[in-house]
């Protein structure tokens, strides 16, 4: 099982810790990406990691704002999003895939999802 937690209400400017964590499975042995569905759109990948923690995707309008890192002592995975713009908004996903095309410019996901955690970027 994979949760997400700490999305909520932020003004622009600010930031937003998210984070994925899971029970039964360690996220070290899986590809992580953090996707975005805002309403009446397509999901879309955010960000992604390896298994090796050596590649990593970031869309292009999150990329000098957003971070992604793994805690492996703890099986966490986290999105930092700092400067968050209203286009951020959004239900974000975690996935641990088990299908995977990740490179520095794609990513494209398949696996074990998460219920999602909502952002929403308002002043």
């Known amino acids: 099982q994979v949760v997400e937690s700490g999305g909520g209400v932020v003004q622009p400017g600010g930031s937003l810790r998210l984070s994925c964590s899971a029970s039964?499975?360690?996220?070290?042995?899986?590809?992580i990406g953090w996707f975005r569905q805002a309403p009446g759109r397509d999901r879309e990948a955010v960000s992604c990691v390896n298994k090796e923690n050596t590649t990593f995707y970031y869309k292009d309008s999150v990329k000098g704002r957003f971070t992604i890192s793994r805690d492996s002592a703890n099986n966490v995975v986290s999105l930092q999003m700092n400067n968050v713009l209203p286009l951020d908004s959004g239900d974000y996903y975690c996935?641990?895939?088990?299908?995977?095309?990740?490179?520095?410019?794609?990513?494209?996901?398949?696996?074990?999802w998460g219920q999602g955690t909502q952002v929403t970027v308002s002043p």
């Open positions: 039964g499975i360690s996220l070290d042995d899986y590809v």
């Open positions: 996935v641990a895939a088990s299908s995977t095309i990740i490179a520095r410019n794609v990513c494209i996901l398949d696996g074990i």
